[in-house]
């Protein structure tokens, strides 16, 4: 069975403050990891990452993938109350056409940023 | 502002209610999902779409029965729930499953209570 585990659960920062939020994962046929961010409702896209220690990064947000430790980092620097989120590591992996399109969602990690 | 539309925002029914949840998008997007997400948990994936088939049903009670009428519109029916089925249903779509979901455009959801 697939799994991915993000850790922390929970984290609590000041504003200035840089996080690193991680992302471990099992699966058979990864094909790709994704990172969301998800405030009140709608879960919304990050990055897509496919290829091994590739960093993509946005603004103050960036992440990498480790294809062969099998665990991703998003980094946020100079975090903002705005930062305040759930973050969701999701994993697409292949194992056939019945497993295309599926992802593993990862438990998330609860960022709050204080002034 | 999400590319993908839900109604209603918020349902309350009672057990023996018919009803349905309602997702549309115009982003020309061939696959569509539904996923159910309860408090403080990940999404996890009901049902998927891909060019109109149902693609892909993740064991999900027959209570729930999901229509996709055309590309742009993905329903989900509700029949005889249980106070259990109360959570936050998430529809979602990707330009085409059978490329892997890359990016999911969520939208914002339908907060479901069952009495």
């Known amino acids: 069975e697939d799994k991915v585990v993000q850790s922390p659960l929970s984290l609590v920062v000041h504003e200035g403050d840089t996080v690193t939020l991680n992302c471990s994962y099992e699966?058979?046929?990864?094909?790709?990891l994704l990172w969301y961010k998800q405030e009140k409702k709608a879960p919304t896209f990050l990055f897509m990452l496919?290829?091994?220690?590739i960093e993509k990064k946005s603004g103050r947000l960036s992440s990498i993938l480790d294809k062969k430790e099998l665990f991703s980092i998003l980094n946020i620097t100079a975090t903002q109350t705005g930062d305040s989120a759930i973050y969701l590591c999701?994993?697409?992996?292949?194992?056939?056409?019945?497993?295309?399109?599926?992802?593993?969602f990862g438990q998330g990690t609860i960022l709050t940023v204080h002034p | 502002d999400t590319e993908v539309t839900q109604t209603p925002k918020h349902l309350v029914m009672g057990m023996t209610n018919k009803k349905s949840l309602k997702c549309e998008q115009h982003?020309?997007?061939?696959?569509m999902y539904w996923y159910k997400q309860k408090a403080k948990k990940p999404p996890e994936l009901m049902f998927v779409?891909?060019?109109?088939?149902?693609?892909i049903n993740e064991s999900v009670p027959s209570r729930f029965s999901p229509e996709c009428p055309n590309s742009s519109l993905l329903n989900l029916h509700l029949h005889a729930l249980q106070p259990e089925d109360s959570a936050l249903y998430l529809c979602?779509?990707?330009?085409?499953?059978?490329?892997?979901?890359?990016?999911?455009?969520f939208g914002e959801g339908s907060r479901l209570t069952v009495l």
């Open positions: 979602a779509s990707s330009q085409d499953r059978l490329a892997g979901p890359g990016e999911l455009f």
């Open positions: 699966v058979t046929n990864f094909r790709s």
């Open positions: 496919t290829s091994s220690g």
């Open positions: 999701a994993v697409e992996a292949s194992a056939g056409g019945t497993s295309y399109g599926k992802l593993t």
């Open positions: 982003m020309g997007h061939r696959a």
């Open positions: 779409y891909s060019y109109e088939k149902l693609s």
